[in-house]
């Protein structure tokens, strides 16, 4: 029998199950896994084991794996599969976001619940709820129910899941390499993208990529008094502002000399597919009480919103920033600006470029200091790969809605890793919707989004266990 023919026993499984699968959800979102608070290390510590144990539970070799900083999860499958089965590499974070501001939750964070929404939707409310939590939980979810019903599952999985992606993954690269040997697979998979909407499923196509660089403007030796010095000594908030504000045209064009340098064009049917979308002001801006698109004028607003480079200024920061009044010409004046990049584009020449730009532009008295914060390039997957078009079918079983081919205006740096140090390409499914309020207060998953997130995974397995046969 083929694993679609055991399907649907599988997701009659998932539906039995769901109130179980709720629970064990909750259970991991109780643990306090903030990877930014060295308070909270233990607390991470206990979430690579809780999980570990779960994913042994269901017959993976489950390992906690040490790295510089929290602890990491490899869990390999350990079930005999005919030759030419798929292998995948499932991905996933369990750390989590500080909850700060407290006082703007509506209940502790760290208690789980299902709420109704306003619009009458059921939701999960807690920190982790949708990043990540609960995504990482519906590929879980989705392989117990096939061990449950058939004894194994459809095809060869390892899983990895790291405890540092809240800040940045930064051991995760060396933790990589050093397991290379442990992590080999077709193609690997991450549950950390979203939907088009609640009813419509998405596949992540393209990630933009980042430079995330600081300025910083010196002029003086010492903050001066501005009845003394003011129109003789140069400002340096004056000179960034300058800078900062000629970076774009009147038409939103980013003006760095060779930024859009291998930038392609949409494919027209890409183009046209996107024109057809409800991607409007009044659907994306309007909740956030805008009303303009901001981008550059002569491409459509979903271009500007995730497949267009960008180029925006993060934070600024000099002179007397606190209450009442003095009156000083500072001595320097810093600003964090950062680029989303699209493939064609190369980070370090970006960064150069930009330092280039604000170096040229100093004038006499002023000096530039700059820090590099981060940098990952962009990805774009072969939109003809096999994976792809099994899983876009699978989606579009449980959905009852094609499901959509987009690219994301956010950066997953892990993603570049996986093709850089594994050789991995990465298929991004994820359930996530835009008012999911990740890293703000109040976080929440939708619980239909968990639960066909479920049964979209077992779908999905079945699909690119039957691809290679089909």
């Known amino acids: ?5 055991r399907l649907p026993a599988v997701l009659d499984r998932i539906d039995a199950d769901f109130d179980n699968s709720l629970e064990r959800l909750f259970a991991l979102l109780r643990i306090k896994s903030i990877s930014a608070d060295p308070a909270f290390a233990e607390d991470c510590r206990t ?57 703007l939750w509506h209940r502790p964070p760290f208690e789980p619940v299902v709420t109704d929404h306003a619009d009458g939707r059921k939701i999960i409310v807690a920190r982790g709820a949708e990043d990540d939590k609960g995504q990482l939980m519906t590929f879980v979810e989705a392989c117990r129910a096939w061990k449950a019903e058939t004894g194994k599952l459809p095809l060869n999985v390892t899983f990895l899941i790291e405890g540092e992606e809240e800040i940045g993954s930064k051991n ?76 774009h045209d009147d ?39 805008l009303s303009v698109p901001a981008g550059e004028s002569d491409r459509l607003m979903i ?52 330092r280039a730009f604000v170096t040229e532009r100093l004038p006499a008295d002023c000096r530039a200091e700059f820090i590099d914060h981060a940098g990952a390039p962009a990805i774009a997957l072969d939109w003809t790969m096999k994976p792809l078009a099994a899983a876009k079918r699978a989606l579009t079983d449980e959905w009852g809605k094609e499901a959509l081919l987009i690219g994301s205006g956010a950066s997953i740096p892990i993603v570049a890793d996986f093709k850089r140090t594994l050789g991995l390409d990465t298929v991004l499914i994820g359930f996530g919707l835009d008012d999911d309020n990740i890293h703000s207060p109040n976080e929440k998953y939708d619980l239909q989004s968990f639960h066909k997130g479920i049964r979209s995974w077992a779908r999905i397995l079945a699909a690119f266990a039957d691809a290679p046969r089909a």
Request: proline letters at 7%; one cysteine or more; aromatic letters at 8%.
């Open 303 to 354: 271009e500007q919103a995730i497949s267009r480079p960008t180029c925006d200024i993060n934070g600024i920061v000099g002179g007397y920033t606190g209450e009442g009044s003095k009156t000083v010409i500072p001595a320097d004046a810093s600003a964090k600006v950062s680029f989303r990049l699209v493939e064609g584009q190369d980070p370090e020449k970006i960064r150069a470029a930009f």
């Open 172 to 247: 995760f690269g060396p933790f990589l390499a050093s397991n290379k040997a442990d992590l080999s697979a077709d193609f690997a998979l991450v549950c950390d993208t979203g939907m088009w909407d609640r009813n419509t499923p998405a596949i992540t196509t393209a990630l933009r990529g980042l430079v995330y660089d600081e300025v910083r403007i010196k002029a003086a030796n010492r903050d001066l008094h501005s009845g003394v010095y003011g129109g003789t000594a140069r400002n340096p908030i004056r000179v960034l502002t300058r800078i900062l504000g000629s970076l």
């Open 251 to 289: 038409n939103g064009h980013i003006t760095i000399p060779g930024f859009y340098d291998g930038v392609k064009d949409l494919p027209a049917d890409i183009r046209a597919q996107w024109a057809a979308l409800d991607f409007t002001p009044e659907t994306f801006l309007k909740p956030i009480g």
């Open 1 to 5: 029998m083929s694993d679609t023919a």
């Open 47 to 103: 979430t690579a084991a809780h999980l570990a144990q779960d994913l042994a539970s269901l017959g993976f070799a489950a390992e906690v794996r040490p790295t510089a900083g929290h602890p990491a999860i490899v869990a390999k499958s350990r079930e005999a599969h005919a030759p030419g089965t798929p292998h995948v590499l499932f991905y996933g974070h369990y750390d989590v976001q500080p909850v700060d501001p407290l006082e």
